[in-house]
């Protein structure tokens, strides 16, 4: 069965990536919930209804569950895992007498299937049946727990892009009493650095305690030097409070950590200048998402069966396969065909390796919006390359930042791809201003500046209509009490309704949940809070451009008139008149507005002729070709807008 797409030849050009371009990296990720007393211990009543209700390791599994619900649809091949440590109760796998003591693997590191997706939730709404979360009464080494997660990351998921380590604590220091513990606790935290993985912490006051990272957990972290150098800030806890529970910052604090699935480019040279080359890497930020179909499924045998998909070429006048090296490749010039051979065509196409190669700067100010005409590619700095890539593009950024100057590149995106000039801009770091986590971080992006081939002339500006000053400065009042928090758009808070239906549906009917009555839709506008805020300042707005509008119809009406008394005072000479088939009958080119609006009123426009209709509506500048009832029409039109 042929697919529904065309394959792509592996030595054809690719204009524009697509879907199958893309550096798909998947990502596995373990939960450590630390389960202790004071993570078990309920948070204080509270009348306030956004108060927290439940302890932070029922708060931390529910953060578990949201994220594996995600993931099971939107990232099908990601894996999870969830490991309490701190446990009374020991388990790896099916093995009871596991090396790993007090810690007990809850769901195995593996693709979220919707039997996992039941049972947690199952977990969550009837409690602890088997008692699995009982502290320990000797606690647990910290070095079992990462020598667990060692385990599981390098057996499960050895050849993933990305592999993290979660861990969810209110414990600033759990081997105070021991620096033997403390230390062999390190060494395991530097080998699973070396082998790649990433440890994140994500960390839980109350009140108005502090966490301190210094006590462990400095030396228990390893950040990216990237990062560290463009981006420096400590770990965020997550605290109850100001109308943010445990759980939403848990969540907005993880969200924040997502590894970058759209991988445009890696380890691409930039070329500063001569003999100085570093590598970055590029991401896709902005890219339309759709539902995702994983495969094709025959329905018309006796069971549904998976098609797996064929192209083939057929010759149109033999209705014979056609073998790839039949093929030949040629341009149509001046209506004869030019045939290339293989070799011929990729000497043709080739400008160079992929780079990115500055030969100049600019002012910012130079650089006018009307140039963004495609989206741009975020680039980071990469040590796979070039060691030292990190240091030489955080001078690259600050320099750029301080002096408001842009880079002007040279840039090859892949082999035998088309070569662009690019703005190389810098950008600071985005956050959320609720919970201060980062969306976008510091970087440079690509802006690609269009040829003059892209470039089109705007629009004539002869006959706007300007508004006046009065009515923009009333204007300006409603704009600024409808304008986003911060002035910051951010897409994270606005996904695509369509889309998230369609996740939702396909959730439900794969956990055996009722189907939701319609979706949630953060795109539409909050008319309430809108007309509270301002509908007075639209309102008094109408009011006054309905009166402005009048006054500009008035002007127009007068000019009008003063017009209508000129051609009356002094007449246009009438045209030479056509000759007609009809004898003995007059044209019209002599009937004048008055008369026109005379016969326009007494309804006898229609008795004239068309041979008499078409000089009059070529007088007055009107198209005098069509039927007579569409000359009639056009005419009495123009009566009652200017007669």
């Known amino acids: 069965m042929a697919e529904h797409y065309e394959r792509r030849d592996e030595e054809e050009e690719e204009d524009e990536f697509g879907e199958q371009d893309y550096k798909a990296q998947k990502d596995a990720i373990i939960f450590a919930i630390d389960v202790s007393k004071s993570m078990l211990q309920p948070p204080p009543k ?99 727990l990462l020598s667990l997660a060692n385990n599981l990351l390098t057996t499960r998921a050895p050849n993933f892009g990305s592999r993290r380590l979660f861990i969810i604590t209110d414990n600033d220091d759990p081997h105070s009493d021991s620096k033997e513990l403390k230390d062999f606790a390190i060494t395991r935290a530097k080998d699973l650095y070396d082998l790649g993985v990433t440890i994140e912490l994500f960390a839980i006051t109350r009140d108005e305690e502090k966490f301190d990272f210094s006590k462990f957990y400095d030396d228990i972290l390893y950040r990216d030097p990237a990062v560290e150098a463009v981006h420096p800030g400590n770990v965020s806890t997550s605290k109850s409070g100001s109308g ?99 070799d011929e065509q990729k000497s043709i196409k080739q400008f160079g390796g992929p780079i990115i190669r500055i030969i100049g700067f600019k002012d910012r100010s130079k650089l006018g919006f009307w140039a963004s005409i495609k989206k741009s590619i975020f680039i980071f700095p990469s040590e796979d390359g070039y060691i030292g890539s990190s240091r030489v593009f955080t001078a690259l950024w600050q320099k750029l930042v301080k002096s408001k100057k842009i880079g002007i590149a040279w840039h090859i995106a892949r082999t035998n791809g088309n070569p662009q000039l690019v703005a190389i801009i810098p950008s600071k770091a985005q956050t959320d201003h609720k919970s201060g986590m980062g969306f976008v971080p510091a970087g440079l992006w690509l802006y690609p500046i269009p040829y003059a081939d892209d470039m089109r002339e705007g629009p004539d500006q002869a006959n706007f209509v300007r508004t006046t000053d009065h009515l ?170 200017n007669a």
């Open 472 to 641: 923009t400065d009333k204007m300006n009042k409603i704009i600024g009490n409808l304008q986003l928090p911060t002035a910051t758009y951010n897409p994270s808070k606005y996904p695509n309704p369509a889309l998230q239906w369609h996740y939702k549906i396909l959730q439900a009917l794969a956990l055996e949940e009722e189907v939701p009555d319609k979706p949630d839709d953060a795109t539409v506008p909050k008319y309430k809070a809108i007309h509270n805020r301002c509908g007075e300042y639209i309102q008094e707005w109408s009011r006054t451009a309905d009166d402005a509008l009048g006054m500009v119809r008035e002007a127009k009406a007068i000019k009008q008139e003063m017009e209508r008394d000129d051609e009356d005072d002094e007449p246009r000479p009438a045209k030479k008149p056509k000759t007609t088939a009809a004898k003995g009958k007059t044209n019209g080119a002599g009937i004048n507005n008055t008369e026109l609006k005379k016969r326009h009123n007494d309804g006898t426009l229609s008795k004239l002729t068309v041979a008499e209709l078409k000089p009059i509506l070529d007088e007055r500048g009107l198209d005098p070709k069509g039927l007579k009832k569409t000359l009639v029409e056009r005419l009495e039109e123009w009566i009652e807008e």
């Open 46 to 144: 509270s009348d306030d209804k956004k108060a927290d209700k439940d302890p932070p390791v029922y708060a931390a599994l529910k953060c578990a569950y949201q994220v594996m619900q995600q993931r099971i649809i939107s990232n099908p091949k990601d894996m999870m895992g969830i490991v309490l440590y701190g446990t009374e109760k020991t388990r790896k796998e099916d093995d009871q007498d596991s090396a790993y003591p007090h810690c007990y693997v809850y769901t195995d590191l593996d693709i979220p299937s919707a039997g996992d997706v039941k049972n947690l939730r199952g977990f969550l709404e009837d409690g602890d049946p088997d008692e699995i979360l009982v502290p320990s009464t000797e606690g647990v080494q910290m070095l079992h």
């Open 244 to 342: 943010q529970t445990l759980h939403t910052s848990l969540i907005s604090n993880i969200n924040s950590k997502q590894t970058p699935k759209r991988a445009y480019f890696s380890n691409m040279p930039l070329e500063l200048g001569p003999g100085l080359q570093i590598s970055v890497k590029g991401y896709n930020i902005i890219q339309k998402q759709i539902p995702a179909r994983s495969c094709y499924v025959w329905l018309d045998g006796e069971k549904a069966q998976i098609a797996v998909g064929e192209t083939a070429r057929i010759a149109e006048d033999s209705a014979r396969s056609v073998q790839t090296e039949e093929v030949k490749k040629a341009y149509k010039f001046g209506g004869e065909y030019v045939y290339f051979s293989e």
